[in-house]
């Protein structure tokens, strides 16, 4: 079993910034690409954001200009940046990967990471 660790979730004020890390291991973090998806409550689980091993980008239309996706070689681990945050930002954060693409899910997923965008 794959096991994907995000860490990072925290409340934050509108307008504030907040960077998320997802853990991978290393055998998978060199060769895949790897995201992340957001669930909002009551909400579908919607793609964010993408680096492959070669370190190309892909985000939603929605978090572009906004968030930033990188890749730290070093420790095996994807960080997402992200500023200027709105209270729609406000999900349950997954780490992806294990056969991401841009249009669609890998198979393995994280636990989770909360971000909360509130005044």
């Known amino acids: 079993q794959v096991q994907l660790v995000e860490t990072g979730g925290d409340l934050v004020q509108p307008g504030g910034s907040l960077r998320l890390s997802c853990a991978v291991p290393?055998?998978?973090?060199?060769?895949?690409?790897v995201g992340w998806y957001r669930q909002a409550p009551g909400k579908q689980r919607d793609f964010v954001a993408l680096?492959?091993?070669?370190?190309?980008?892909n985000y939603a239309a929605s978090v572009k200009g906004r968030f930033t996706i990188s890749r730290d070689n070093a420790k095996n681990t994807v960080n997402l940046q992200m500023s200027s945050l709105k209270p729609e930002d406000t999900a349950v954060y997954y780490c992806?990967?294990?056969?991401?693409?841009?249009?669609?899910?890998?198979?393995?997923w994280g636990k989770g990471t909360l971000v909360t965008v509130s005044s």
């Open positions: 992806n990967t294990g056969g991401l693409t841009t249009v669609q899910a890998g198979m393995y």
């Open positions: 290393g055998n998978i973090f060199r060769v895949n690409t």
């Open positions: 680096i492959t091993s070669g370190g190309a980008k």
